[in-house]
T-cell receptor
Framework: GQQVMQIPQYQHVQEGEDFTTYCNSS?????IQWYKQRPGGHPVFLIQ???SGEVKKQKRLTFQFGEAKKNSSLHITATQTTDVGTYFC????????????WGAGTKLIIKP | NAGVMQNPRHLVRRRGQEARLRCSPM?????VYWYRQLPEEGLKFMVY????????ESGMPKERFSAEFPKEGPSILRIQQVVRGDSAAYFC?????????????FGQGTRLTVV
């Protein structure tokens, strides 16, 4: 079946360093969404990418969707303590209009 | 406009008991999705419902698990004869239409612990 692999599982950074998480799908995606989940919280929508090669920015966050629509990345510049949490990608495969396939998430840990 | 409401937030059940998890979608939303999340893992799709209809239950175990979304009232995820492996966070999300072309609104989740 369709799978979305997300790496790394964890990333420890010093405050002020950059952070990147990557998602790769086994099949072409219609779109990809990114969510953030704080410890003990629920997933909160960040953004959706639809077009091949699309790049979107939200302040210090940059989201990319690959040309083949099979991979995506989230890059955070100059991390802050408020960025702590787990970042998930979720892809919508062709042939489905509702079933998101979720990556396992990348947990961002800020080193004291 | 209240968001997606789930209750209870925390539920403790002994092995063999039944667990009932409730989800009230956002106002105006008639589509509900249930997900399960194990610790340190992503979300796994369980079931997609519209009012009075189960559209896709391919992610739900065939035994002990059932879901409904009646004409009136919240959506219910029911787990009979719970086992330790059912311990997880269960999230529901709602949307106004059938297509996931916009953000999914998640509830706070129900954290089920089976002792």
């Amino acid at each position: 079946g369709q799978q979305v692999m997300q790496i790394p599982q964890y990333q420890h950074v010093q405050e002020g360093e950059d952070f990147t998480t990557y998602c790769n799908s086994s099949t072409t995606l219609s779109n990809i969404q990114w969510y953030k989940q704080r410890p003990g919280g629920h997933p909160v929508f960040l953004i959706q990418l639809v077009k091949s090669g699309e790049v979107k920015k939200q302040k210090r966050l940059t989201f990319q969707f690959g040309e083949a629509k099979k991979n995506s990345s989230l890059h955070i510049t100059a991390t802050q303590t408020t960025d702590v949490g787990t970042y998930f990608c979720a892809g919508l495969g062709h042939g489905s209009n509702y079933q998101l396939i979720w990556g396992a998430g990348t947990k961002l840990i800020i080193k004291p | 406009n209240a968001g997606v409401m789930q209750n209870p937030r925390h539920l403790v059940r002994r092995r063999g008991q039944e667990a009932r998890l409730r989800c009230s979608p956002m106002k105006g939303h008639s589509h509900v999705y249930w997900y399960r999340q194990l610790p340190e893992e992503g979300l796994k799709f369980m079931v997609y419902l519209q009012k009075e209809n189960i559209i896709d239950e391919s992610g739900m175990p065939k035994e002990r698990f059932s879901a409904e979304f009646p004409k009136e009232g919240p959506s219910i995820l029911r787990i009979q004869q719970v086992v330790r492996g059912d311990s997880a966070a269960y999230f529901c999300a709602s949307s106004p239409n059938a297509e996931v072309n916009t953000e999914a609104f998640f509830g706070q989740g129900t954290r089920l612990t089976v002792v």
